[in-house]
Nanobody
Framework: QLQFVESGGGLVQPGGSLRLSCAAS????????LAWYRQAPGKEREVVAT???????NYADSVKGRFTISKDRSTNTLFLQMNELGPEDTAVYYC???????????????WGQGTQVTVSS
């Protein structure tokens, strides 16, 4: 089973940028669609960006044009470049495979610690 460790979060001012990384191990990295998710305090976890096995990316409307998802197959790493960050982007960010047909995580996936992104002046 794939396992992920997220990193790269931090405190950034509005308008700033961050690049999140997600190191995968224990499975076939390119066998699944992959996604970045986020969960803000008091809110449900949401899908931020997805990337299919062929590299096709899709984004939530709220981040379209600001975030870019990518992956490096040689290092089994998923990335999320986040630009023009705003307070509404404050959340814990996670990565995991995603069922692209349902746009939901697969059953029985385990969630890592995530990485905290805080956008504040």
């Amino acid at each position: 089973q794939l396992q992920f460790v997220e990193s790269g979060g931090g405190l950034v001012q509005p308008g700033g940028s961050l690049r999140l990384s997600c190191a995968a191990s224990g499975g076939f990295f390119n066998a699944y669609g992959l996604a970045w998710y986020r969960q803000a305090p008091g809110k449900e976890r949401e899908v931020v960006a997805t990337i299919g096995t062929a590299g096709i990316a899709n984004y939530a409307d709220s981040v379209k044009g600001r975030f870019t998802i990518s992956k490096d197959r040689s290092t089994n790493t998923l990335f999320l470049q986040m630009n023009e960050l705003g307070p509404e982007d404050t959340a814990v960010y996670y990565c995991n495979p995603i069922n692209l047909a349902t746009m939901k995580p697969f059953d029985n996936v385990s969630w890592g610690q995530g990485t905290q992104v805080t956008v504040s002046s």
